[in-house]
């Protein structure tokens, strides 16, 4: 069982927007403006998306947004594309006892 | 630009250690960043296992803290993974990564860096444990 939780599942459609929640508590996501997002294709390595709650690598599209609100984070995307169909894991600081806290992941499917 | 390669045996017995090397090329292992391990076992999700400073500084998931060594060479710029006693829910898909600790915090007046975002990971190695 992971430390933050994800929904196991979401899809939308080409160009539509859709949001995966991240919910901790305050001692990880709520507690510290270190969340991290990653996507990962099957076989592949994660990817890093989105660093310290809302930063986007250089490379990544504007498409790829996180936010946090309390102990849960978000990541949207937005203008769905095919290849955005993957799995996506949020990762937060978690002290300096656990230091590193990952959600279960979720696969986003594009219809 | 940085790039990692995780090597190691493919099949590891019970009750065994578990060993993986990352090899770190284009990139200073001396560079101030932290070099982890993360695991992913069959289907599931991601697992921090530690990470290690060329300083010495070096901190572990407390689940698996008492089997974990990492550690670094320098020299060579690899580091190393070494798990102990392992069993069947040790197998897994292994990955190296390089670790930020840019940020700061204070804690009780203390200024503290967090560790953070993975960026670049290795390409993974699977590794299973079976008798």
């Known amino acids: 069982q992971s430390a933050l939780t994800q929904p196991r599942s979401v899809s939308g459609s080409p160009g539509q927007s859709v949001t995966i929640s991240c919910t901790g508590t305050?001692?990880?996501?709520?507690?510290?403006?270190?969340v991290s997002w990653y996507q990962q294709h099957p076989g592949k390595a994660p990817k890093l998306i989105i660093f310290d709650v809302s930063d986007r690598p250089s490379g990544v599209p504007d498409r790829f947004s996180g936010s946090k609100s309390g102990n849960t984070a978000s990541l949207t995307i937005s203008g769905l594309q095919p290849e955005d169909e993957a799995n996506y894991f949020c990762c937060s600081y978690a002290g300096r006892v656990r230091f590193v806290a990952f959600g279960g992941g979720t696969k986003l499917t594009v219809l | 630009q940085v790039q990692l390669q995780e090597s190691g045996p493919g099949l590891v017995r019970p009750s065994e250690t578990l060993s993986l090397t990352c090899v770190v090329s284009d990139y200073s292992i001396t560079n101030d960043y932290y070099w982890g391990w993360v695991r992913q076992s069959p289907g599931k999700g991601l697992e921090w296992i530690g990470s290690?400073?060329?300083?010495?500084?070096?901190h572990y998931n407390p689940s698996l803290k008492k089997r974990v060594i990492i550690s670094i060479d320098k020299s060579r710029s690899q580091f190393f993974l070494k798990l102990s006693s392992v069993t069947a829910s040790d197998t897994a898909v292994y990955y190296c990564a390089r670790q930020s600790d840019r940020g700061f915090y204070y804690e009780s007046g203390t200024a503290y860096h967090p560790l953070t975002w993975f960026d670049p990971w290795g390409q993974g190695t699977l590794v299973t444990v079976s008798s």
């Open positions: 290690s400073h060329h300083s010495g500084n070096t």
């Open positions: 305050g001692s990880d996501v709520g507690g510290y403006p270190y």
